[in-house]
C-alpha cells in the first residue's frame, strides 16, 4: 500500500472514533438534563426457603416471625446433627477398611448414630408441633402437605433429589 492509502484509513478511523466519542458525550449530556430518576425496584421478594414457605401459608405479623424463628432454629440444630451424623459414618467405614476393625468402637459409633438420628427427629417433631401451634386450619392442612412433598423429596435418592419428578401415567386396567 502506498502512503496516501494508509492515510484514508487512518481518517476514516479518527472520523469514527470522534463519531463514538460524540455519542457518549450526547448521552450523558441528555441524563444530565433530564436530572436523576428513580429507578423502580422490584418488591421484596422471600429470599430464604423459611421466608417463601411463610408466604405460602399467608402468614403475617408476629406469627410469620415465629415461624421464620422457628425454621431457623430448625435448620441450625438439623444442620449440626447432620454433621456430627456425617462424622460418625466416616468413622465407621474408617473402621470397616481397617486391617484391624475394633469392633467395640464399632458398636460404640452405632449406639452414637441411634442417638443421633433420635436427636435429628426431637428436632424435627419439636419443629413440626411448635410451628403447627401458629396456624389455622387452612394453613395447618397447607404445612402438613408441603411437608409431605419435602419427605417425598427427600425419600429419593440423592442423585434424583434434584430432578423433577415425571407424573406417573395410568395403565389402562387389562380387559
Not at 124 to 143: G, H, I
Request: proline residues 6%.
Amino acid at each position: 500500500m502506498n502512503g496516501s492509502g494508509k492515510r484514508w484509513w487512518l481518517v476514516i478511523a479518527l472520523l469514527l472514533s470522534v463519531g463514538v466519542n460524540a455519542g457518549i458525550l450526547s448521552i450523558l449530556a441528555i441524563q444530565r438534563l433530564r436530572g436523576p430518576q428513580e429507578t423502580k425496584r422490584p418488591a421484596v421478594r422471600s429470599t430464604t426457603p423459611f421466608e417463601k414457605a411463610a408466604d405460602h401459608l399467608h402468614l403475617r405479623g408476629e406469627k410469620r416471625q415465629r415461624f421464620i424463628a422457628i425454621h431457623r432454629r430448625f435448620f441450625a440444630d438439623s444442620h449440626k446433627a447432620q454433621a456430627r451424623l456425617g462424622v460418625l459414618h466416616r468413622q465407621m467405614r474408617r473402621q470397616f477398611s481397617s486391617s484391624h476393625p475394633d469392633e467395640n468402637r464399632i458398636e460404640q459409633i452405632i449406639v452414637e448414630l441411634a442417638e443421633g438420628y433420635a436427636d435429628l427427629d426431637r428436632v424435627v417433631a419439636r419443629t413440626v408441633l411448635e410451628s403447627r401451634t401458629l396456624l389455622d386450619r387452612r394453613q395447618e392442612k397447607a404445612y402438613l402437605k408441603m411437608l409431605s412433598r419435602l419427605r417425598a423429596v427427600a425419600m429419593r435418592r440423592p442423585a434424583d433429589r434434584d430432578r423433577p419428578r415425571k407424573p406417573q401415567r395410568r395403565q389402562p386396567a387389562p380387559p
